[in-house]
């Protein structure tokens, strides 16, 4: 499609903007983040230095020239709340000279190709202030110096707008030594500002408990709980850190009790778990009893003990001497910190001690990784213990491998997608846990990447769960990203469920608001340009109307008033009707665009005069063939005899049709 920039077609299922270069989504940035740098900023380091990058930052953007601000910096700087608190005060200043306040958004750097980001679809809504964070893939781009020369002339053209941009980038990704004018846009975070400082702020503002800040005060006051987490935060801790130890502090019932389980989630149990650990240094039995129970966790105690002896790959004790040696059963549980209740062991009322668990063992015990893994294989097939605590597994997996940035966990949970179980449970629970991992902040590119390459994976499990990865979160937060692996689906050389899946897919995320431009302009470039059979059979899922006709009213519509859209309807059925591999899908689109039309659910003239212009170039091809002339031994329904009656044929071929097409139901 061409000549329609920015041009807006009116359809009764409501409005949609058909662009020629869809732009990267938008989210708004939330209120609650806005409240934490207005009413509980901190620009305090431990020391009391002055923290200055969001001052900095907001020189960068009204100081003349490009509105950019590039915050640079190691993780951990507040580098986010720095430029969510630059955008939030040139925002007050616009207030201030009397113009309304900025749209504070959030960029998606959801590009086709992320080594190569194309600036050229970046928004640009006028009164707008833009964040986008690509601290994570800044080194991966492939020409640095060019992708910023771009971001700084693209903020350059804000100035006409009225709006303005925040690139959060990490220490050394920002090319600023290539140019002056690539230097003069960064606000260095060099300072961390206190963790201290931001959990008394947010536990007096945000949650509006300040009696809750005596907790972390060095100095007594009276108090049996004063100061008792004053110790958790040191000068080295995240801002983030203060953040979520008041989260913790807030969440209490003001208890003792209370406030040292809040203390141990903070702390993740790290004390508890390094004891137990240290209690079981020549027990490697009750260790993998642990190891055991946090996997299955609210299993049977005998269930969990036998799975512990599969971990050490030994059998089951035969020793009567021995089996009456040595503490109980539920001793040992309780040894570890677990909770038996009748027959179950839990490990749930120490919120986040599975977690730990895990993270010590993975960190000082490196040579379990395999056999770990290869165990977890076992414990979690369809007749495994863990089979229906795949979830469970999967999320305490996903969590490990965001801490530790490693892809290996990631990839033996894309290994159980061909563990024997075929389910669309099991597949959904897969493509779940992966979803999750592709949004990480450290981790989202690695998995991104690796969804990249499953999509071209011969398995038709693998393919079926991008797919499926495809329909949920990701494509509402990397709709480029999951088109681009879903036409990798759409080109596999059977129709098999991977495709049928990838179908459905594609069509969910047209339907979404503000999606269908997108969706149609990547499609039809598939189709016309690069003729892949997967763009032949994404258009023909497009515009095919018997799950939902609202993609084929809206282009329909669409092509009533645009001359441009009917054409690309029509190239798109030539090209279409041009591969033999999608006949079947060919007719069975037809057939249901001519019961639509006689339902009236479509614009009747519009669908007739597209099928009337392919009908000129494809009289003879078989889907077309059909649908004018009949087949022997085929009966159509009175939608396609109607049909049939109002397509035009030249005169010499008018005569061609068959005898008994006047009858309401052929036989």
């Known amino acids: 499609m061409g000549n329609n920039h920015n041009s807006k077609i009116i359809v009764a299922a409501g409005s949609v903007t058909m662009t020629s270069r869809p732009q990267l989504p938008v989210a708004d940035i939330p209120q609650a983040e806005l409240d934490v740098v207005t009413a509980a900023w901190v620009d305090l380091s431990m020391k009391n230095e002055k923290v200055t990058t969001a001052d900095e930052a907001v020189d960068r953007l009204t100081g003349g020239g490009s509105r950019l601000a590039v915050i640079a910096g190691p993780f951990g700087y507040g580098k986010r709340s720095a430029g969510v608190r630059a955008l939030s005060e040139v925002s007050r200043r616009e207030q201030d000279k009397g113009g309304k306040p900025l749209t504070l958004q959030e960029i998606r750097p959801d590009w086709e190709k992320p080594g190569s980001p194309d600036v050229s679809v970046l928004p640009d809504e006028a009164g707008t202030g833009y964040l986008l964070d690509v601290a994570a893939e800044i080194g991966t781009w492939n020409n640095p110096g060019n992708v910023a020369a771009q971001l700084v002339a693209y903020a350059e053209k804000l100035l006409y707008v009225g709006s303005y941009l925040v690139v959060i980038a990490d220490e050394h990704g920002w090319p600023e030594t290539a140019s002056g004018i690539l230097a003069r846009v960064v606000a260095r975070a060099r300072i961390r500002p206190s963790a201290h400082h931001v959990a008394q702020a947010h536990l007096q503002t945000l949650y509006g ?77 009750d260790r993998a009893l642990l190891i055991s129970a946090l996997f299955l966790d609210g299993k049977d105690a005998l269930t969990i003990q036998a799975s512990s002896r599969t971990l050490l790959d030994e059998p089951a004790e035969t020793s009567v001497r021995k089996i009456l040696t040595g503490p109980d059963l539920t001793t040992r549980f309780e040894g570890m910190k677990a909770q038996v209740t009748g027959r179950t062991v839990t490990l749930g009322h120490k919120p986040g001690y599975a977690s730990s668990v895990l993270l010590h063992l993975w960190q000082q015990r490196a040579d379990i990784h395999p056999p770990l893994l290869k165990w977890l294989d076992t414990i979690t097939t369809p007749q495994g213990p863990g089979a229906d605590r795949l979830a469970a597994i999967g999320d305490l997996l996903v969590e490990l491998a965001v801490s530790e940035n490693d892809i290996r966990v990631i990839e033996q949970i894309h290994a159980w997608i061909d563990n024997g179980d075929n389910s669309t449970g099991h597949r959904k629970l897969i493509a779940r846990v992966l979803t999750i991992a592709a949004d990480a902040d450290t981790l989202g590119a690695q998995v991104r990447a690796k969804l990249l390459d499953s999509a071209q994976h011969p398995s038709e499990a693998v393919a079926t769960v991008v797919a499926l990865v495809c329909q949920g979160e990701f494509a509402e937060h990397y709709p480029r990203q999951a088109l681009v692996r879903l036409r990798h689906i759409l080109d596999r050389p059977t129709p098999d469920v991977a495709v049928h899946t990838a179908r459905e897919a594609l069509r969910d995320i047209a339907s979404r608001d503000g999606q269908l431009a997108r969706v149609w302009g990547t499609v ?144």
């Open 209 to 285: 408990k300040p009696d809750r800040a005596g907790w972390l005060s060095p100095v007594s006051s009276g108090t049996e709980s004063a100061g008792q987490a004053a110790h958790l935060l040191t000068e080295n801790s995240r801002p983030a850190d203060g953040a979520r130890l008041a989260t913790v502090l807030a969440g209490s019932d003001g208890s003792l009790e209370s406030l040292k389980t809040a203390l141990g989630t903070f702390q993740q149990w790290r004390s508890e778990v390094r004891t137990v650990f240290k209690a079981t240094e020549e027990h490697p039995e």
């Open 524 to 667: 039809i470039k598939w189709a016309t340009e690069k003729r892949h059979l997967a763009g032949h059979r994404a258009f023909l899922s497009l515009l095919d109307p018997r799950i939902d006709p609202y993609i084929l009213q809206v282009m329909l519509a669409a092509a009533e008033q645009k001359p441009d859209v009917k054409e690309a309807l029509v190239e798109g059925w030539n090209v279409a009707l041009d591969d033999r591999r999608v006949d079947t899908e060919c007719r069975e689109v037809l057939t249901a665009w001519a019961r639509v039309r006689e339902s009236g659910q479509v614009p009747h003239d519009v669908l007739t005069d597209v099928l009337n212009d392919v009908l000129v170039q494809h009289l003879y091809s078989m889907p077309i063939s059909a649908l004018v002339f009949g087949e022997p031994g085929v009966a159509n329904d009175a939608a396609v005899i109607e049909l049939r009656k109002d397509l035009r044929l030249p005169p010499a071929l008018s005569e061609l049709r068959l005898p008994h097409e006047h009858s309401p139901v052929e036989s």
